[in-house]
């Protein structure tokens, strides 16, 4: 039986615990990877099913516009879940499985990099498509929850939530998300300020 604000001030509890104990290496590993995307003039891939694809279109979203400065280049990130028209052609003319895959082998480039949510770990279609994106020669993320699943295995930079609810996993996937977004836009400023600053100097 529902028990009122106990379960509410549980889940908070809990949400709080996990959230000191994630895998801040990976992050800041993740971090110095879309940095380098973006100094290389690379592309980022990212992608997700159910809330997972929600957060794969935040993501994108974020490092899209909240990283931009403006006269210089900008990240270059899109949602394997934004076009729905080939997304669901994809679905329904090959295997769902497929979804992600084929838009890999279609996009994906040598020293790109692609993001993968699952809070599972275990998402075939996820996975399918992490495969491709290694022999392509990207650079993989994986954030996933529990005990990382397949997923966690098959990456270049594991980032694993260790819980096991799945509305505290996609919660937490959407914090670092938005945490890794604040510090890619860090990193992009202070690059810029220091490009202007030797030019300034070049010049006078």
């Known amino acids: 039986m529902y028990s009122g604000t106990h379960f509410l001030r549980t889940y908070a ?70 076009n729905m028209a080939l997304f669901s052609a994809l679905a329904n003319d090959t295997a769902y499985d497929q979804v992600f895959r084929e838009q890999t082998v279609t996009y994906v480039e040598q020293g790109d990099v692609v ?26 993320i994986g954030l996933s929850g529990h005990y990382g699943g397949k997923l966690a295995g098959m990456v270049d930079i594991p980032v694993v939530v260790n819980n096991h609810s799945i509305e505290q996993i996609e919660d937490l996937h959407m914090m670092i998300e938005h945490m890794v977004t604040a510090s890619v836009r860090q990193a992009v400023h202070q690059a810029v300020h220091q490009v202007t600053y030797q030019s300034m100097k070049l010049a006078a």
């Open 13 to 82: 509890s809990e949400l709080q615990e996990t959230l000191g104990n994630l895998p801040w290496t990976a992050i800041n590993d993740t971090v110095h990877a879309l940095v380098t995307a973006w100094r290389e003039r690379r592309h980022v891939y990212i992608m997700g099913n159910g809330g997972s694809a929600a957060t794969a279109l935040h993501m994108a979203a974020d490092l899209s516009k909240n990283t931009a400065v403006p006269g210089f280049p900008r990240l270059r990130a899109v949602s394997f879940n934004d």
């Open 115 to 140: 993001v993968a949510i699952s809070a599972s770990g275990n998402s075939p279609n996820v996975l399918s498509a992490v495969t491709a994106a290694r022999e392509l020669g990207a650079t993989t």
